[in-house]
């Protein structure tokens, strides 16, 4: 029998032994190979997956993010909670030494509607038959319609305009020329009135000769806005309220000076002297008034700043016949932005004077 080898004993009796395959001692070598890998392998991944998920986290929590991090073998999946988080989160987690390939899950990005343009907004302040336009249309056309119309009831001489442009602003259908009727009715004997055109409702302030100049002054202004709101505050023949003061306030144009001065610019002293006839019109009222700046410069030169320009508004508001007693003055520096932002309109909007009234 071939593979088969026979021998015989002294006694004569015969026996026989098949011999193992070739292949059995190999295949119990790669077989206790494969176990001693097994027994180091397991437990020496577990370690790599647990370091590399340690170090990742501090990784990505050193970046500002906070996200679920596992590890198999040495592939990253990472879990972040935004869709802006996902590319920052991948490289930091790819820049972790030992890590391979990183799978990095994220909500989807929602993207944010535009924001609705923002309304027509003007303010045209009429004292002592003078007229100041302030606020901003959406184009030329818008601003010569208020421009002439209060040019016509109060005359060229009499009115500044100081209406700016901005193309990004929503059409009004208010009639704007019609705002010149609602000015004409007021008429030059009006106090610190205020023609408020903001969201599409005109507000009346002010003080009034009569209850049939602010019945004609509402007619006008509800003939304006075609037929919609119509806030009329108006006052007959005494002093408004303490918050149509401040309202009156508000509208005035910015008070400008000199380049890093506390030196008023001529129109800056053209809104102080409007600022005047209103607390003329309201002798009961005291008023704070509150200087700030952009952060141009230095705080400490800021701060010095913006309370001489506050001393200034002051001492002209005093000049031009308003009791000492009255009014208060203090400067903020760059320290109650209005807006956030460095660049220069950012910057035209902090510098500014304040008028506050004092409850």
Known sequence: MAGTTRSTTTSGARWQVRPRHPLIPIGAAVAGLAALVFAFEVPHRHSIEDNLTDRTKVALS???????VSFTGRDGRVKVGSADEADKARDVTLGVEGV???DVQAPPKV???????EPIAVKLLVDGGKVTLTGTVPADGDRGKIADAAKQAFGAENVQDDLTVDAKRAADDTDLAGLGAVLAALG?????????????VITLTGTVASQEVKDKAEAAARAATKGQAVRNELVVGQAAAPAQVQTQLVALPTVEFENDSATLTAKGRAVVENAASILKANPAIKVSIEGHTDVTGTVAHNQAL????AKTVLDTLVSLGIAPDRLSSKGFGES?????G???AAN????????????
């Open 188 to 200: 030059k004997d009006t106090k610190a009135g205020v023609v408020d055109l903001t969201d599409h």
């Open 100 to 102: 391979r390939v990183v």
């Open 111 to 117: 993207e944010k509607p535009p924001a609705p343009p």
């Open 62 to 68: 050193d970046a500002g993010i906070d996200a679920e």
């Open 342 to 344: 460095a660049d220069d």
């Open 348 to 359: 035209a909007v902090n510098r500014r004077v304040e008028f506050i009234v004092q409850q």
């Open 306 to 309: 913006s309370e001489a320009r």
């Open 336 to 340: 109650r932005p209005k807006v956030q």
